[in-house]
């Protein structure tokens, strides 16, 4: 009876992970490992399929074994005897020791095919270059080829047959290690503090691809995500050529003085942009000339402007950590805000960029993200509106 | 003196001789004195097998608690600092202060007994390595406390149980809660040394007469196996402890990026110990199936020496595949591929124990009780568990399963599915050995469907949270992900779980004082241990036994087809 | 009937076993080995990858006289383990004396190689990884000679007090067998800092 008992346990559980597995296939997971878009994807796809179907067989193989065992080796009741003693079987022992030698042998060959491949791939001469800096808690991009620099939302060409275009991305860390994780475009790549490693994507689907931080980083871990925008070769150069532009060049007036000075300054990232303003404007960073223009009159900082908040953004400790391309704000402890507004989301994707939403991290970061290295700046509430009011000026 | 000289099979069973401490006069205070002072291998084995007990309740109860935090995506239940430190300390505390201590419990036990000795090697140095492995355990969880500093609120460790390098070092982990991690382990990894060498010392040294190598019943073998992988693997991780603290304390800077120092030695040194480290948890839990499986099957294990080699065989390879948990963190490929190599290695040897298992029960009498239905579902489980590890090994695809909750199911399939079942098992099979009582059968079977639904509620299901792209160690996830259902089924299967130890601590706690009378060998075993009173004398034999074959009271039992005649 | 007595009739001769204080000290020297063994690959994989100086070429010199008198002391106590076991403990005291004498020799060695590494070099553990590597690998050697020296004085007083006899020569092999092992594995360290080191 307990024996039976333990067969229908066993059916219902052998339903129970079918009926599971199907949930799983067909859930509508963005996130999923079998949804591939891009040529490694499908490689770890085609060899994950293999060796499930191996593992498979081998356990239908032996729980069936086990099965038959204890249902038909069973005592039976009032039997006291006990069974004959066997103590071994040379050959019985040698066979079960040499068949999974023979299926190992077979899963290492197909998996160094696959592993080989994947990982010595060499790089075409027309691949896009992506440097990916971990920060505690949000992502660095830097696309080296057309000097711009981004944070948590990356951004790639799609490469069909005909126009192969794949990214090889080198991945690094600024502080702990992180991993990047995109399940639909590639297997995880740690990114190690005083190391470079390498990984390589092609996506084959235009769309939007998410992923999150991987390695477990701090207390924001799980709010580090990452949000993979797979364009169409036009919409990418579009958005390439939006990102150059800096700042100053996109708010200056037009035949103003500032304006010629900032000719065509790319988003070089921050470092470069002191540089740029230095050497375009003839002008030390820290003059009104770079700082926007001049002190407010009384009137002026009462008012709720993106010239005021540019002028408060700038005069206070944010210009420290974030760069605004073409200002004098050059920090690069924190994402590079030159064009924000681009972006969809803030804080490495926790929260949709909306004005509410921004208002509420500038004035606590904490709130929306615990354990945010971006601290409450105790400003007032109009400073703060006035921050946003600039910072959603960030085209 | 012939086998007609010999006492009757019958005589074990009347042999019983309550022991002396129930019988003993004396207040409390003297009870817990002889407790505290005892060098007795029983006593000791029992102090960590009830040390172990209760951080099993605490870690159990820190995982509830990460489960009702991921019961809805955006959840709040806990902080986010809160959530890691529940689960750097759920992990730290289940291997460290449950897996080790429980494990070493038992050998302390049995280890002894089943060779015939009359204590261990080095009764004084196995009650230092207790004390000091229980200090480890209160001094990691004074933390609660004492983590943060001076401040008068303290907080646990929260760097996860591998503790990656250089989120522990000062500027990424201030206060002192790293502190209080790292020596703890070290504390435990000085009491985990000197069990092991006692227990290889004991193993080697303190056999009987007639109890050559070939006749050592295969629990002392795997135990013996298990010592020598503590003494090479446990090591590296105090040595690595060690590095730590002078980066904390002397301003070294091993792990220390900024001036040079790599993270990814770090993980190697952890990896070296902690891939061994599975194999020091669960070679005991098969020591424990070794010695139940053939007893309820009423046969003789299947294949003695190959079940030798190919535990030895684990032993030895298990040291050499440590960077396949490492496949994503930028090896060379010919790295890789290395580690995939030796990783599907190690499945040779556990498939012929797994088919040596299957073997034992075939054409026995297989008797369903308590003890057996453990063993028997550890065997259908540990068959997934060692699947799913053949699919980690597989480097290429590890890149997507590597960190997740595929990972995260894989290794409690292992931990829970077949060291915890084990461990249990063992637990109704010894109990009557070490307190005289048999533990409730009624009550054994509830805890053993209650388990086996709740584990399968949970750690079936954990798989596919893994393969949709959940990663480990997030305190909470997105709603749009199609993780939620499944990991609310995870939750209550967790719960069930929870429900099933509140069952067995009931048992154990009512059958100390209503159990039924075990006698010496309530369950007709063969090992010596079932040769002596339950729970046995301090002195364990009253004549030192001489044997001749493995099973020394099969022999006694059935003196007309000893096993000693084909040995 | 406290238990049930098991015994056989046949008796394959002499029942012997390891002794357990060799097999113990076996077990300890494997677990030790492999602690060096973690901090020598640490300093053989952070040879080089300083990004501040001093580097070892610069700043270390081969402690010959140290070495000899260290290596010398294995052979001192092996005399000293065989005066014990013919019972001559005068002979015992002598060489087990020289030993401890070596070992000190030894240490202060080090002491003055440290004094000037940290005096004259600015070299401390928080300097760079080299200092780090440097001082926890042969630190770490030198408390071995420490605690093995620690041993011998207490083993030295019982000789002296007449507590020590041939009958314990079988404890201070276990002991001299520890001694060997710090000997040796200053072989590995020596081999590792001053000559690939260098």
Request: glycine fraction near 8%.
């Amino acid at each position: 009876m307990k024996s039976r008992a333990n067969l229908v346990r066993r059916w219902l559980f052998a339903a129970g992970v079918l009926l599971l597995s199907e949930c799983a296939w067909s859930a509508p997971s963005s996130t999923s490992i079998f949804s591939n878009k891009t040529t490694p994807a499908h490689q770890l796809n085609d060899l994950s399929m293999f060796v499930l179907g191996i593992t498979g067989l081998i356990y239908v193989g032996v729980s069936s074994l086990l099965l038959y065992a204890i249902v038909k080796f069973r005592a039976r009741k009032g039997d006291t005897t006990e069974p004959p003693q066997v103590f071994g079987s040379i050959q019985i022992e040698l066979s079960w020791t040499i068949i999974p030698i023979l299926i190992i042998v077979v899963l290492f060959l197909t998996t160094a095919r696959v592993l080989f491949s994947v990982q010595d791939a060499p790089k075409p001469k027309n691949a896009l270059d992506v440097i990916v800096v971990g920060h505690q808690f949000w992502w660095e991009f830097r696309y080296p080829q057309y000097n711009v620099v981004t944070a948590n939302e990356l951004h790639l060409p799609v490469s069909s047959k005909d126009a192969p275009r794949p990214a090889f991305m080198k991945l690094t860390s600024a502080d702990v290690m992180h991993s990047f994780w995109v399940p639909q475009l590639d297997g995880k790549t740690d990114v190690l503090p005083n190391r470079v490693n390498e990984m390589w994507i092609d996506p084959h689907e235009t769309g939007l691809y998410l992923g999150q931080c991987a390695q477990f980083c701090g207390p924001e871990h799980a709010k580090m995500l990452l949000r993979v925008y797979v364009d169409t070769p036009e919409q990418f150069k579009a958005w390439i050529a939006a990102q150059q532009r800096t700042q100053a060049e996109l708010t200056a007036v037009p035949g103003g003085p500032e304006g010629s000075a900032n000719e065509a300054a790319p988003n070089v990232g921050n470092e470069a942009g002191v540089v740029q303003a230095a050497a375009t404007s003839k002008a030390p960073p820290n003059s009104p000339t770079t700082r926007g223009n001049v002190t407010p009159s009384m009137g002026e900082q009462q008012q709720i402007s993106a010239r005021m908040g540019q002028y408060v953004f700038e005069h206070e400790a944010c210009i420290s950590c974030h760069t605004v391309a073409g200002t004098v704000a050059t920090g690069r402890y924190g994402p590079d805000l030159t064009h924000m507004m681009s972006r969809e989301t803030i804080a490495s994707g926790a929260v949709p960029l909306t004005k509410e939403n921004l208002l509420a991290w500038i004035n606590d970061p904490n709130q929306l993200k615990p354990g945010s290295l971006m601290p409450a700046m105790h400003l007032s509430e109009r400073q703060n509106e006035q921050i946003t009011a600039y910072l959603m000026t960030l085209k | 003196m012939g086998t007609d000289s010999m006492p009757a099979p019958q005589g074990i069973e009347t042999g019983l001789d309550r022991t002396q401490e129930l019988s003993r006069p004396g207040t409390y205070l003297e009870l817990v004195h002889s407790w505290i002072v005892t060098v007795d291998h029983k006593r000791l084995g029992i102090l960590y097998i009830c040390y172990a007990l209760v951080f099993l309740l605490v870690a159990g109860v820190e995982a509830l608690m990460i489960r009702i935090q991921l019961f809805y995506p955006h959840n709040d239940f806990v902080s986010p600092y809160t959530f890691n430190r529940l689960f750097t300390m759920h992990g730290t505390t289940m291997v460290f202060l449950v897996g080790m201590p429980i494990l070493f419990g038992f050998g302390n036990y049995l280890v002894p007994l089943m060779i015939g000795a009359r204590d261990m090697a080095f009764p004084r140095l196995n009650a230092f390595s207790f004390w000091i492995s229980a200090f480890a355990g209160l001094l990691l969880y004074y933390s609660f406390i004492g983590g943060v500093g001076l401040y008068g609120t303290g907080s646990a460790p929260d760097v996860a149980w591998f503790a990656y390098a250089p989120l522990t070092e000062r500027p990424f982990s201030p206060g002192h809660s790293t502190d209080y991690w790292a020596i703890a382990i070290l504390a435990n990894g000085i009491g985990s040394i000197g069990t092991a060498i006692n227990i290889i010392a004991t193993v080697f040294c303190m056999r009987c007469k007639g109890m050559t190598l070939s006749r050592i019943p295969l629990l002392p073998w795997l135990y013996a196996t298990v010592s020598f992988l503590v003494l090479v693997a446990v090591s590296p991780l105090t040595a690595a402890q060690a590095m730590l603290l002078i980066d904390r304390y002397l301003g070294g800077h091993f792990f220390d990026t900024q001036m040079g120092g790599s993270a990814i030695l770090w993980a190697h040194f952890f990896w070296i110990f902690g891939h061994p480290e599975v194999y020091v948890l669960v070679l005991p839990a098969f020591a424990f199936a070794n010695e139940i499986i053939p007893v309820f099957s009423r046969k003789a294990i299947f294949g003695y020496p190959a079940m030798v080699a190919a535990s030895v065989g684990i032993g030895f390879i298990s040291l050499g595949v440590w960077a396949h948990h490492m496949f994503t963190i930028g090896m060379t490929s010919f790295g890789n591929a290395f580690f995939t190599l030796s990783t599907m290695l190690v499945s040779i040897p556990t498939g012929i124990k797994t088919f040596n298992w299957l073997a034992t029960l075939w054409g026995g009498k297989i008797r369903f009780q308590t003890p057996m239905l453990f063993s028997i579902a550890f065997l259908f489980q540990w068959v997934i568990a060692g699947l799913t590890g053949i699919m980690l090994s597989v480097s290429a695809w590890n890149w997507q399963l590597h960190n997740s909750y595929f990972v995260v199911a894989h290794f409690h399939y292992v931990l829970v599915g077949a060291i915890v079942f084990m461990i249990f098992a063992a637990i109704y099979y010894w109990y009557p050995k070490m307190t005289g009582r048999m533990l409730d059968e009624r009550l054994g079977k509830l805890h053993f469907w209650l388990m086996v639904i709740g584990f399968h509620m949970t750690f079936d299901v954990m798989h596919f949270p893994g393969l949709l792209g959940m990663p480990r160690q997030i305190f909470t996830y997105e709603p749009d992900r199609g993780w939620t259902l499944l990991n609310q089924i995870v939750s209550v299967g967790g719960f069930i779980q929870g429900i099933a130890v509140l069952v067995l601590v009931y048992n154990l706690v009512h059958s100390y004082f209503r159990g039924v009378l075990a006698g010496p060998d309530p369950w007709d075993a063969w090992t010596l241990e079932w040769a002596t009173t339950s729970p046995p004398p301090a002195y364990n034999f009253v004549v030192d036994p001489v044997v001749a074959s493995r099973r020394p009271l099969w022999d006694l039992k059935h003196p007309e087809d000893p096993d000693s005649a084909f040995e | 009937m406290a238990t049930v007595p098991l015994q056989h009739a046949t008796q394959e001769g002499e029942w012997r076993l390891p002794s357990r204080g060799m097999v113990a000290m076996a077990g300890l020297i494997t677990a030790e080995s492999s602690i060096f063994l973690i901090f020598v690959v640490a300093y053989l994989y952070y040879l080089g990858r300083d990004v501040q100086g001093p580097t070892p070429r610069e700043v270390l010199e081969i402690p010959y006289f140290g070495t000899v008198c260290l290596l010398s002391s294995s052979g001192f106590i092996m005399l000293a383990e065989r005066a014990i076991e013919h019972g001559k403990i005068a002979a015992f005291r002598l060489w087990w004396g020289v030993t401890i004498l070596l070992a000190a020799i030894f240490l202060g060695d080090t002491g003055l190689e440290w004094r000037k590494l940290i005096v004259h070099d600015h070299l401390t553990i928080h300097t760079n990884l080299f200092g780090t590597c440097f001082y926890s690998l042969v630190g770490l050697h030198a408390s071995h000679v420490i605690v093995g020296m620690l041993m011998m004085l207490v083993t030295m007083v019982f000789a002296l007090t007449g507590h020590l006899r041939a009958e314990h020569s079988y404890r201070v092999k276990v002991l001299a067998l520890y001694w060997h092992f710090v000997d040796a594995v200053w072989v590995v360290v020596f081999t590792v800092v001053y000559v690939v080191g260098r």
